[in-house]
């Protein structure tokens, strides 16, 4: 039986410990991402999952201030024909609260679909097309990015 076999790739990046060089990185990430995508956001408070998604936004045009949406669970940004959803789970108390918003909703092919503390929908959530971890060490930043390799994850680092 023939098939299509997906190819998935994990690339490593160090950033600067500052704010700049994870938007930055966001950036880059906005000009490889395909509407539709979803991506799960995963580091402990404070890493930078807001900061990503801010330099994503920037690179989409979005000039407005970009918070984490905590307490609303998403906050939506019309850009044009592309609709970017940014959620934050962190205050999820079960993933069935997630039903009740009409999440299924948001998942669509004009969607980008960014998703902070995405195992408190587990069960819930579609499956992600990439995922980002940032974590925090004492000389900086590290991301890690996995997801299909003909996104050409390798060239993020530049």
């Not at 938007?23 to 799960?40: I, N």
């Not at 044009?80 to 108390?93: M, P, W």
């Amino acid at each position: 039986m023939g098939g299509i076999t997906q190819v998935s790739q994990e690339v490593l990046i160090t950033l600067a410990d500052n704010e700049a060089a994870t938007v930055a990185l966001g950036a880059k990430l906005a000009e490889r991402l395909p509407m539709g995508a979803v991506v799960f956001l995963h580091g402990q408070l404070g890493a930078g999952k807001t900061t990503l998604v801010r330099g994503c936004l920037r690179a989409f045009g979005f000039e407005g201030a970009v918070k984490s949406p905590t307490y609303t669970l998403v906050e939506p940004y019309k850009l044009g024909h592309k609709e970017i959803y940014h959620f934050d789970l962190y205050r999820l108390s079960e993933p069935e609260e997630l039903e009740f918003m009409g999440v299924r909703d948001y998942f669509h092919a004009n969607a980008l679909c960014f998703i902070e503390w995405p195992e408190r929908g587990e069960g819930i959530l579609p499956t992600a097309d990439v995922e980002i971890t940032i974590e925090v060490g004492p000389e900086g930043r590290v991301a890690r990015i996995s997801g299909p390799a003909t996104h050409n994850w390798e060239c993020m680092s530049d």
